[in-house]
C-alpha cells in the first residue's frame, strides 16, 4: 500500500530501466499522476547491466510500459518489435509500450526537450546542443524540426561530427564554444548532475547576457551552469521542465490520460528538496 492505494493481482506494472537509476525521480512521479487518475497501477525501478535482461522482464511479467534511460537508450532498438518513426529517426528509444505482447519503442526526450523552448521561437535561432548522446540526438532532431540553426558541440570530435553529419549541420569542439555566439545553448550531457555539482560544461566566460541557457539536468534543479547563467542575465531554463514535459508525453502513451503537469513538477520539486 502507498498513501493508502492498495496493489493487487490487477495491478499493472511499469518501470525504469537503467544503470544507475537510484537518482531518478521517475517512480514518485508517475506513481503520484496513477494514484491522481485512480489507476491500478505501481511503477518501479530496476538497475540493471544488460538491456537484454530488461527487455525479458518486460516480456516475462508483462510489464505494460517502460522509461529507458542511460545507457540503454540506443541499445533497446535492436530488441523491439517495432520502433516508431520519430524514435527511428532520432536513433534512440526512452519509452516502451507493451501492448498485447508486442513491444514498441517511442522517443518522447525529443517532445520534452523542444516543449520548455517553444515560448521563445526556435525557428532561424542559433543553437548549440553540448553532448552526443541519446538525449543530445533527440534534442537535435527536435531542434531541426522547428527550424533552428544547429550546431553540436562536444569534448569528442569522433561522436560530435558523427551527430553533426546526421543533421547536416555545424560542429564544434567545447574548446572552440568560447569563440562562438549561440541565442542558445543546451546542456544535453550529465555533467552538473549529483554528485557532481560543482561542474559546468561551460566556462563562464561562455555565456552573456540575453542568452537561453538549458540544462538537462534536473538534480539539483538549479545546476551550476543555470546558477551562474542566472547571474549573468542569461534567461534560463531547467531540467525539470524537460524531465516533466516527456514524463507526461509517455504518461499518455501508457494510459491515453493527458496527466497534470503541475502535479508532476510539484511532486519531483517535493522530492528534490527532502
Known amino acids: 500500500m502507498i498513501n493508502n492505494f492498495t496493489f493487487n493481482a490487477q495491478t499493472d506494472l511499469y518501470c525504469i530501466f537503467g544503470n544507475p537509476v537510484i537518482q531518478s525521480k521517475s517512480p514518485v512521479m508517475h506513481n503520484t499522476v ?96 553540448i553532448g552526443a548522446g541519446g538525449a543530445a540526438h533527440a534534442l537535435a532532431f527536435g531542434i531541426k524540426k522547428s527550424g533552428g540553426n544547429l550546431s553540436i558541440i562536444n569534448r569528442s570530435n569522433k561522436n560530435g561530427e558523427k551527430l553533426a553529419e546526421k543533421y547536416d549541420c555545424t560542429f564544434l569542439n567545447l574548446t572552440e564554444l568560447k569563440n562562438k555566439t549561440f541565442d542558445i545553448i543546451i546542456n544535453a550531457t550529465p555533467v552538473g548532475m549529483t554528485p557532481g555539482i560543482e561542474n559546468s560544461p561551460v566556462k563562464k566566460e561562455c555565456l552573456h547576457p540575453g542568452m537561453i541557457i538549458m540544462d538537462i539536468v534536473y538534480n539539483p534543479i538549479e545546476t551550476k551552469l543555470i546558477r551562474q547563467a542566472r547571474k549573468i542575465g542569461c534567461t534560463t531554463i531547467d531540467g525539470l521542465s524537460m524531465f516533466v514535459s516527456q514524463g507526461a508525453e509517455q504518461f499518455k502513451l501508457w494510459t491515453g490520460i493527458n496527466p497534470s503537469i503541475k502535479l508532476m513538477k510539484n511532486t519531483v520539486i517535493k522530492e528534490l528538496l527532502k
Open 34 to 129: 496513477f494514484m491522481q487518475n485512480r489507476i491500478n497501477a505501481v511503477y518501479l525501478a530496476f538497475n540493471i547491466d544488460h538491456i537484454e535482461t530488461g527487455v525479458k522482464i518486460i516480456r516475462e511479467l508483462g510489464i505494460k510500459g517502460a522509461s529507458i534511460t542511460i545507457p540503454f537508450k540506443k541499445k533497446i532498438i535492436e530488441h523491439l518489435d517495432i520502433i516508431d518513426d520519430n524514435a527511428e529517426k532520432i536513433g534512440a528509444v526512452n519509452t516502451i509500450v507493451n501492448k498485447n505482447g508486442k513491444l514498441k519503442g517511442y522517443n518522447t526526450d525529443w517532445y520534452g526537450g523542444i516543449k520548455p523552448l517553444e515560448q521563445y521561437s526556435i525557428k532561424d535561432k542559433k543553437i548549440g546542443i
